[in-house]
DNA sequence: TGATAAACGGACCGCGCGGTCAACTTGTAG
DNA sequence: CTACAAGTTGACCGCGCGGTCCGTTTATCA
């Protein structure tokens, strides 16, 4: 489904391929707002090249962020064979943390042509994260009443936190995300005061 | 020095009053990508007008913020003679959460002419903030690695975490605030990895 | 009330954006 | 080698934005 009926063409998949690259940087270095026209320089080809590979922005957009949630649901399926649960659910939320330092939670904007894909793979995220809650915590590392969206919609905080202050050191983040995660663990104790919003089934949307 | 020469007259006033409130409120819903012609029609006069109150969008954005941050800073200093001094720290954190679920952070966004205002209120709410959390420190309720800017900067979170549901319950954002206040107390115990940033005097910027 | 400066309003400007298109180039199958 | 489809390109379009300007209206005060 993924590949068309018929290949590309050589150079138009080497066209394909730079103008990702350059999205992925671009859109990590000016957020969302990049613009097409800059991507395409990066990339070098035509404005109308971009626009051929991706009918829009926002499915290129989708494309780069795509690749990104696809790889944290790879990883998160191999922590989940980890021995210690906790440091499982950790090291994913480290990773997760580390890789929207570069591309801000963009990727969980709404897109047209590639929604489906998107949401499929969102969908795929969801499962595994919530296995690797639900493992932490049968572990005792992590209190009961957190869930799988909980931890979705907590991993974005730590590089959002830290976009604000100017010149910080690149590993601030961890600083945020061991406060975040310590909330997560079970010393807190007390109960939370709301339920859990529903999973990911209803759309995420991208904030303002 | 607010004050300027010549009172304003009863017209210019009035207008001026209903251009923060529609600009407040614009804000609130579109994020400060709202247009100025919107605020404009909003509060009933013509888009030259506000420019004549304000010499920029931003001049605008920096006044409607002014007045939250200087909201913040007044409760904060009530919050300090509070006997509980845990539980005051949760509560200007529960207040500032809940109306920054209508402003997003964009306080923290630097502005051309109003900046030095901007500047100092910022600098008197982190006054009374750090004094907040030094008196929850001192209560027991708070670990003693976190500083007050760390709470400015996680202050942000919950509402910024929320606004990706799209129909959350209206509450949603406490049970956020919830968790990360629970990392901020004691009961985490392991050492933060990273030093915490420098104070505001370093100027905070606009995330993407 | 009438003179005057202050305030108003909306047509207007330039800009940069996402997206389109038709002329042109190029990879490739036979 | 050739013919043709696939791919490329950048000028171009319409739009909405922040900001300007000047003819008009209006609050104020002698």
Redesign the pocket.
Known sequence: MTASI???????????ASLLAAAEAEFAERGP??????I?RRA?????????????????LAAVVLDRIDGLAELARRLGGASDAGAALLEFLDAAASRQQQLDLSFLRESGALNEQLAEARGRLFVEITALVERAQAAGAVRHDITGTDVILLMCAPSHVVSFVPQASPELWRRYLAIIFDGLGPNGARPLPQPPPDPVSGELHHPR
């Open positions: 018929r290949p590309l063409r050589a150079d138009a998949a080497r066209n394909r707002d990049a613009s097409v026209a800059d395409a070098g080809v035509g404005k109308g090249t971009v626009f051929r590979h991706f009918p829009t922005k926002d499915d290129l």
